[in-house]
């Protein structure tokens, strides 16, 4: 008995596990609708999914992967270089002639056949560091190709946090009009009763008309800017023209404080990506310096071959046989003319060397200025978030007042209309200097090449 429940016990257990990760899985799909699929998505979910499914971040680790191949290709010719070739000869006859005596033709002597087939192989022992200066040429495109990588990376992250914040902002200001619009309705249904009952005058009811028309125009034009930042955010990351993203995130998720991006500020001098790209082409260039450098010197190679050949034209005469032979020697070499053809090539190399250098100095320079200055913006969105939050209650409540008194004849349309507007720029402020604040954020974790 006590084995049966156990078993029951251990497979009511499974199926429990199969439906969580069921539901799990539907949970993270997209939801199929008749408008299209509806996709909700966290910020961070979005930047991790432009990191994979971005084409330009592809065409990035697709030139990656092809200077890391570039960099076995140039350690390959450390290796020795082999050779194997053949050939067959039919010789036709020879034909001597003697002065004016008629020309006689002969067979060749002593076979009309030849025919040949060797081996041979060649590999460097010096050649004044050309290797391995090639090598870390290679390996330092390499390295360049991996931050670009990094970088393109970092970019199409940060365009998707804009896009992601743009949507973000216009879901809430849709919703703002949504809510003027029902104000606008009801403000205008309670001035065409006062109308109605002579309370007002018809410029009071045209005027509430014309302001719940401009209203609505508001609000189709926040809808087609919402759909064309979902286009956009869609093409970032690689989805159907069709899928509908719901942003999970709000204009009021946390935000870190100021305190914790000083690190992240002091580190932006030798993190950011262009800082790495200027250090990678340093180290290139350093790299072809010691590449003309090695012209200066001679070359030692060892060398081989084993060969067998038809006929014996070694011996004397020759004999109709066929040998085969073979040698290993050292062969020396030095490019007298190196001595003044590379004299330029060098100064120019080291011209060029210096004038990266002056450049790192420049972008370290901007990064750091960039990064101190994104720092202090990111503190006065915070504070205006501050600000902003404390004005919307006063224009709510201003907005009340002015209501009140326009309903009772102690105030002009105008002024109620302007207290609207007022409240609705207010609300729309707030989530403006939210998202704005975020986006700095973001902005400075790419310069400092942390996104």
Avoid: C, W
Avoid at 43 to 68: D, G, H, P, R, W
Avoid at 403 to 411: C, D, P, R, T
């Amino acid at each position: 008995m006590r084995i049966i429940t156990i078993k029951l016990i251990m497979k009511l257990t499974g199926i429990s596990f199969l439906l969580i990760f069921a539901l799990q899985l539907a949970s993270n799909a997209q939801v199929k609708t008749d408008s299209g699929n509806v996709y909700p998505l966290s910020l961070q979910q979005a930047i991790n999914i432009s990191k994979s499914n971005n084409n330009l971040v592809k065409a990035a680790q697709s030139e990656e992967s092809a200077s890391y191949s570039d960099l076995k290709d140039a350690k390959n010719n450390a290796f020795p270089s082999i050779f194997a070739g053949a050939n067959y000869q039919r010789y036709t006859s020879l034909t001597l002639y003697h002065g004016l005596n008629p020309a006689k033709s002969v067979p060749k002597y002593p076979t009309s056949n030849g025919a040949d087939a060797s081996l041979s192989a060649n590999f460097n022992l010096y050649a004044g560091g050309r290797q391995k200066a090639y090598e870390a040429e290679q390996s330092g495109k390499k390295d360049l190709a991996t931050v670009n990588t990094q970088e393109q990376t970092g970019n199409v992250g940060l365009q998707v946090v804009s896009q992601y914040l743009d949507m973000v902002r216009l879901n809430d200001q849709k919703r703002f009009i949504k809510e003027q619009v029902v104000r606008a309705e009801t403000r205008l249904r309670n001035i065409t009763a006062l109308y109605n009952n002579q309370k007002v005058t018809r410029s009071d009811v045209l005027r509430a008309e014309l302001n719940l028309s401009a209203v609505k125009l508001n609000l189709e034009q926040a809808e087609n800017d919402l759909e064309i930042a979902n286009q956009k955010l869609n093409v970032l990351l690689s989805l159907s023209d069709s899928t509908k993203v719901v942003p999970l995130d709000s204009a009021a998720m946390p935000k870190p404080a100021t305190e914790s991006l000083i690190p992240i500020v002091l580190g932006a001098s030798k993190d950011a990506y262009a800082i790495l790209k200027a250090n990678e082409n340093i180290k290139i260039q350093d790299a072809r310096i010691r590449e003309v450098k090695s012209g200066f010197f001679p070359t030692l190679s060892l060398y081989s071959a084993y060969g067998i050949n038809y006929p014996n034209n070694i011996f004397y005469p020759p004999v109709d046989q066929a040998y085969s032979i073979g040698f290993v020697g050292v062969r020396v070499q030095y490019n007298i003319s190196s001595t003044y053809q590379n004299k330029y090539k060098k100064a120019a190399s080291r011209i060029r060397l210096q004038e990266l250098q002056y450049i790192k100095q420049n972008i370290n320079d901007n990064v750091r200025q960039e990064a101190a200055s994104l720092l202090i913006k990111y503190k006065e969105a915070l504070n205006r978030i501050i600000v902003t939050e404390k004005s919307i209650e006063q224009a709510r409540v201003n907005y009340k007042i002015v209501s009140a008194k326009y309903f009772n004849q102690l105030a002009l349309l105008t002024d109620l209309l302007d207290a609207d507007n007022l409240y609705e720029e207010t609300r729309y402020n707030l989530v403006q200097a939210q998202t704005n604040a975020q986006f700095i954020y973001y902005r400075l974790l790419y310069t400092s090449g942390n996104l």
